[in-house]
């Protein structure tokens, strides 16, 4: 890369980070900056993720009420897939693959189910090539039942902490302001409740390990790092610090076409959305943080940093709130590839609308690193839109979707389905030996013209059908698909 596209590339970068970047990278050879590793290092790698964050609830994706200027910048600075998906949509069974990259059915089949014992993990293939590894939030893999007590005050196993060299979380919480955290083991255990606001503290959490491995650099000492930070918000309950719950007035609210005409269910709506548009902020706001202060210790340029969510939220669309339904607001979540300049290979930005789905997360993070994909995972390797030349091929031609063990719940969706949603843009789902949902979502964003029924659209549902069959073949997946 050129000095030139250099510069224009980072002045996409946050304020500040354009100047040091440059000052470093004057004078210095075509793909060399000032104090860099050495040539075998490999870069560090930040995943932050939020909980029932869905992909329309961003600025640069088209929402009039979001306020997400970081996350934009880094939309702009990196590459957002457009097309991705959570395969389910649901707490548990999207962490266990996107840890394992395994699709839920091998791995964690639904809700309060624990993460396989002896089940390896990215943490221990970035563990195996020499990296320091940290968790820091919410975990929903070690297998507590809510009828049990409050999960807060629930000790994961050591075991089942996914293989992470630091580990600090907790089980599950839906309390923001009373978020308890624990982690070590026997005399080095801990627990403790944060003092703060739940995003704001865990983010603390985070950046502190930053200003640790940086030392470490400086000392010489350094190894590269993959760190997670994982957060509530904005699940329910939908509150934020004052100074962003006061920016969003719930009758101003603009609502999504598809929101059911219930005036009951519309105000309810609007009062959930001021809180979780709060939360959006606040967490927009954490991730400008980490990014400052990648800058700051100079690790920006080494680090890549994706942005995700386990699954969207529906808030009232098509009259349902929540998750687990296969509905746009519910599967449709943001993939955000950003960071520093990757120092030693082409790179790209801008908008890829290739399908990507929970099980991918995995091997596209280890191969941004120079690290083969495993046998065992399962997953796509995306790497290629980010970093390298040309990708090979155009990438998977569709996403597969599953709800395996209905969560028992009253509010969600309590019948297991399967369905795809396609490269060229369309989505069908059924229940076993019954077809459910089709759309051309092209043509129809918010869904409201099911086809499934109708003999006109047979044959593109019969191509759907064979698809959804070959991908249940490819992953052992036995569910009855129907056979029209």
Not at 399 to 425: C, E, F, H, K, M
Request: hydrophobic share 35%; glycine share 10%.
């Amino acid at each position: 890369m050129d000095r030139r596209t250099f510069l224009q590339a980072a002045s996409l970068l946050p304020a500040g980070a354009l100047d040091a970047m440059a000052q470093q990278y004057e004078g210095q050879p075509a793909g060399h900056l000032v104090d860099a590793p050495p040539r075998n290092a490999r870069p560090n790698v930040i995943w932050i993720l939020g909980d029932q964050f869905r992909a329309q609830a961003l600025a640069c994706n088209g929402d009039a009420n979001a306020r997400t200027p970081n996350l934009d910048r880094a939309a702009a600075n990196g590459v957002t897939f457009t097309n991705n998906l959570s395969g389910f949509p649901l707490c548990c069974s999207f962490r266990g693959s996107m840890l394992a990259s395994r699709y839920p059915h091998h791995c964690v089949p639904g809700h309060e189910y624990p993460l396989p014992a002896g089940q390896q993990t990215i943490a221990d293939v970035f563990n195996a090539n020499g990296y320091r590894t940290a968790y820091f939030g919410k975990w929903h893999l070690g297998g507590f039942h809510e009828r049990n007590g409050r999960a807060a005050f629930f000790i994961t196993d050591p075991a089942r902490r996914g293989g992470f060299e630091t580990w600090t979380g907790y089980e599950n919480n839906n309390s923001q302001w009373d978020c308890w955290v624990h982690g070590g083991a026997g005399s080095s255990a801990f627990h403790y409740r944060l003092p703060g606001y739940e995003t704001d503290e865990l983010t603390n959490l985070l950046t502190g390990c930053v200003k640790d491995r940086a030392a470490e650099r400086k000392s010489g000492t350094a190894k590269s790092f993959f760190a997670v930070l994982s957060v509530q918000p904005p699940h329910d309950p939908y509150v934020a610090p004052e100074r962003f719950m006061a920016n969003y007035n719930p009758e101003r609210l603009v609502l999504r076409p598809d929101v059911a005409h219930i005036p009951k269910l519309q105000q309810q709506v609007r009062l959930d959305l001021a809180g979780y548009y709060a939360m959006i902020e606040n967490l927009d706001w954490n991730y400008g943080r980490v990014v400052e202060t990648l800058e700051q210790t100079g690790l920006l340029a080494d680090t890549h940093i994706l942005f995700f969510a386990d699954h969207g939220d529906m808030h009232g669309s098509h009259g349902m709130l929540r998750k687990v339904c296969p509905y746009e607001e519910s599967i449709r979540t943001p993939m955000i590839l950003s960071g520093g300049v990757p120092r030693y290979a082409p790179w790209k930005n801008g908008r890829q609308p290739v399908p990507s789905n929970h099980v991918d997360i995995a091997p596209t993070t280890l191969v941004l690193c120079g690290i083969r994909k495993p046998d065992w995972m399962e997953g796509a390797d995306l790497s290629s839109y980010r970093i390298g030349g040309t990708p090979a091929g155009p990438g998977p031609d569709s996403a597969y979707l599953q709800s395996v063990v209905p969560t028992g719940q009253a509010d969600t969706l309590n019948t297991p389905y399967r369905g795809i949603v396609t490269r060229d843009g369309w989505k069908y789902v059924c229940f076993e030996n019954h077809s459910w949902l089709q759309f051309n979502l092209n043509d129809d964003p918010y869904e409201e013209m099911n086809l499934a029924q109708l003999d006109r659209y047979r044959p593109e549902r019969k191509k759907l059908i064979a698809r959804l069959r070959q991908w249940g073949a490819d992953t052992g997946d036995r569910f009855a698909i129907p056979e029209d």
